[in-house]
């Protein structure tokens, strides 16, 4: 199954990951850009457990080179063996592949650098930032840490139809459009944190704004380094 994958397949073997594949069960457009897909786990989750926020590289063929990207789990069930994934769809192989999947294709897919460890002390405020690619890490998130405490969500980009998880008594989101994520969280994220004594933050969205905002929240605004998780999900092109 591993065959063909180039260095990065071989760097993953070597890092002892974990191959299965998928099978579709089910796909659903959301909106016109966003499609979910149901799958079955090939004996992934009874073989690795399940964390919140956990995902995994699907690995597809882009002109007879091997290409992969991650996406994060939603509602994994392993006593079920399903789960499903969300594809926020625009120009790409992988949203190409998530168009036209149905009932029966199956995908490769690698289990190897995901993992969650619960901030300690427990957030008395979360702050996210992201987009429509990170509304399944930011779900997740929200159900492991959120649940019980307010949240904050600044989110670049259409949120209309969005199956974002949020309790309207716990959770604001923040929307604004493309191109004034860093300007808004630089200009309101001080004044939040000086309001709470264990915040957490964490920062999913394209990958040279996430550099941007990580550095930012860390040096400029002093909030240590375990309490801010900062994962780039895609770069701008």
């Not at 964390?51 to 699907?58: A, G, Y």
């Not at 990207?69 to 120009?91: I, K």
């Not at 994520?181 to 964490?202: I, S």
């Amino acid at each position: 199954m591993a065959q063909g994958r180039g260095w990065e397949g071989a760097v993953l073997r070597l890092l002892r990951a974990k191959d299965f594949e998928f099978t579709v069960t089910r796909a659903e457009d959301v909106t016109p850009h966003y499609r979910r897909l149901h799958l079955t786990d090939g004996g992934m989750l009874a073989a690795t457990g399940v964390h919140p926020t956990m995902w995994v590289r699907l690995w597809f063929d882009n002109a007879g080179k091997p290409h992969q990207r991650a996406y994060t789990l939603v509602d994994p069930d392993p006593a079920a063996g399903t789960f499903g994934l969300e594809f926020a769809l625009h120009e790409g192989r992988a949203s190409d592949w998530a168009r036209s999947a149905k009932p029966g294709d199956t995908i490769e897919a690698t289990v190897q650098g995901t993992g969650f460890e619960a901030p300690d002390p427990a957030p008395s405020h979360l702050f996210a930032i992201g987009d429509p690619a990170s509304v399944p890490a930011v779900n997740s998130l929200l159900g492991a840490v959120g649940s019980t405490v307010p949240a904050t969500i600044w989110f670049e980009g259409e949120s209309d139809g969005l199956p974002l998880r949020t309790t309207p008594d716990r959770h604001e989101i923040r929307a604004l459009p493309r191109g004034r994520l860093a300007e808004r969280v630089r200009a309101e994220l001080p004044d939040l944190l000086k309001a709470t004594p264990d915040p957490y933050v964490w920062i999913t969205c394209d990958t040279a704004t996430t550099r941007a905002l990580s550095s930012y929240v860390r040096k400029d605004l002093g909030v240590r380094r375990e309490r801010v998780h900062a994962l780039g999900y895609w770069r701008a092109t």
